[in-house]
């Protein structure tokens, strides 16, 4: 078996690539696992002495309520976004009228085009 060289440098640039993107979610898992007093800029890349939920749990008991309302919002949005998504789906596809591939082609349009 030969190793391609190419290869092997693809792999490299990829995995340092990968590395680089999923560096601040290690620094804020091991930041967050932290107590108080081992939270420093010199020692970020350590870990933690021991774990240590206690910010997560005070950022919960703040967040909670909000967390709550989110939910709610959420989910009965996302069940009618989907109910009423399928039903005009089913319509488009099954029903023929004069200007539905135009009324297709824009309701496609307006997917692939961002609202900023």
Same mark, same amino acid.
């Given at each position: 078996?030969?190793?391609? $060289?190419?290869?092997?440098?693809?792999?490299?640039?990829?995995?340092?690539?990968?590395?680089?993107?999923?560096?601040?979610?290690?620094?804020?898992?091991?930041?967050?696992?932290?107590?108080?007093?081992?939270?420093?800029?010199?020692?970020? $890349?350590?870990?933690?002495?021991?774990?240590? =939920?206690?910010?997560?749990?005070?950022?919960?008991?703040?967040?909670?309520?909000?967390?709550?309302?989110? =939910?709610?919002?959420?989910?009965?949005?996302?069940?009618?976004?989907?109910?009423?998504?399928?039903?005009?789906?089913?319509?488009?596809?099954? $029903?023929?009228?004069?200007?539905?591939?135009?009324?297709?082609?824009?309701?496609?349009?307006?997917?692939?085009?961002?609202?900023?």
């Amino acid at each position: 078996m030969t190793i391609r $060289w190419s290869r092997v440098a693809i792999y490299t640039v990829l995995c340092l690539f990968a590395l680089f993107y999923l560096m601040p979610i290690y620094v804020l898992l091991v930041t967050g696992l932290k107590s108080f007093q081992e939270v420093r800029l010199e020692q970020m $890349w350590d870990l933690p002495s021991g774990l240590h =939920f206690d910010s997560f749990r005070s950022a919960y008991e703040s967040l909670d309520s909000n967390i709550a309302n989110s =939910f709610k919002m959420v989910i009965p949005a996302t069940i009618f976004s989907c109910m009423l998504g399928s039903i005009n789906g089913y319509v488009l596809t099954k $029903w023929r009228f004069p200007g539905s591939d135009v009324l297709f082609f824009l309701l496609l349009y307006g997917m692939f085009i961002p609202y900023q």
